[in-house]
């Protein structure tokens, strides 16, 4: 089974500031990578797939990058409403699995 | 647009079964993978397993093989997870989500059931 370890536990950032988020995986994933945001009492969003396309509807302040074994989510510009839940997960073996999450708090 | 809509909360006791719906609408519900995931108080979340509803063909993760029974009805837009044997290990809220496409992500997903066992 494929570990995903995200990276940092917490990030406190204050809104407007950039946000970088990490997510290694245990063995390489080439690109079968997806980041979903998650806000209290709601279920994930698909923010972006296959590591770097954002999903519909997504602002473009989000970005994804990487390949293989090291991912980041970047948030270029921090809207009050992104502090949230952040997990990614990996398609490229059964099971599927995801991270442990990244918690993005207003500092 | 696309909609996901979950059966409600359940409390079951250990060794019993639990059955969850989700009624899908907004697109053509036979033409996409449904998967199940599930995310226990402080732990990640799990992938369980998914449905093609166009053939009823299931794929389960083997952490749940012998528990996990998948089923769908096309006639009602619908799709059902059932797990036996609890155990309390298995409180967790349970989400359908549906496949972006053949591809093993999610881009709609049900608002979730909580399930709690305890005796």
């Known amino acids: 089974e494929i570990v995903l370890t995200q990276s940092p536990a917490t990030l406190s950032l204050s809104p407007g500031e950039r946000a970088t988020l990490s997510c290694r995986a245990s063995?390489?994933?080439?690109?079968?990578l997806a980041w979903y945001q998650q806000k209290p009492g709601q279920a994930p969003r698909l923010l972006i797939f296959?590591?770097?396309n954002r999903a519909t509807g997504i602002p473009a302040r989000f970005s994804g990058g990487g390949s293989g074994t090291d991912f980041t989510l970047t948030i270029s510009s921090l809207d009050p409403e992104d502090f949230a839940l952040y997990y990614c997960?990996?398609?490229?073996?059964?099971?599927?699995?995801f991270g442990q999450g990244t918690k993005l708090e207003i500092k | 647009q696309v909609q996901l809509v979950q059966s409600g909360a359940e409390v079951k006791k250990p060794g019993a079964s639990v059955k969850v719906s989700c009624e899908a609408s907004?697109?053509?519900?036979?033409?996409?993978?449904m998967h199940w995931v599930r995310q226990a108080p402080g732990q990640r979340f799990e992938w369980m397993g998914w449905?093609?509803?166009?053939?009823?063909?299931?794929e389960y993760s083997q952490k749940f093989q012998g528990r996990l029974t998948l089923t769908r009805d096309t006639s009602a837009n619908t799709a059902y997870m059932e797990l036996s044997s609890l155990r309390s290990d298995d409180t967790a809220v349970y989400y359908c989500?549906?496949?972006?496409?053949?591809?093993?992500?999610?881009?709609?997903w049900g608002q979730g059931a909580l399930v709690t066992v305890s005796s």
């Open positions: 989500a549906k496949d972006r496409g053949g591809t093993g992500d999610w881009d709609s």
């Open positions: 907004g697109y053509t519900f036979s033409s996409y993978a």
């Open positions: 449905i093609l509803p166009d053939s009823g063909n299931t």
């Open positions: 063995q390489s994933v080439s690109s079968n």
């Open positions: 296959d590591a770097s």
């Open positions: 997960q990996q398609r490229s073996n059964w099971p599927y699995t």
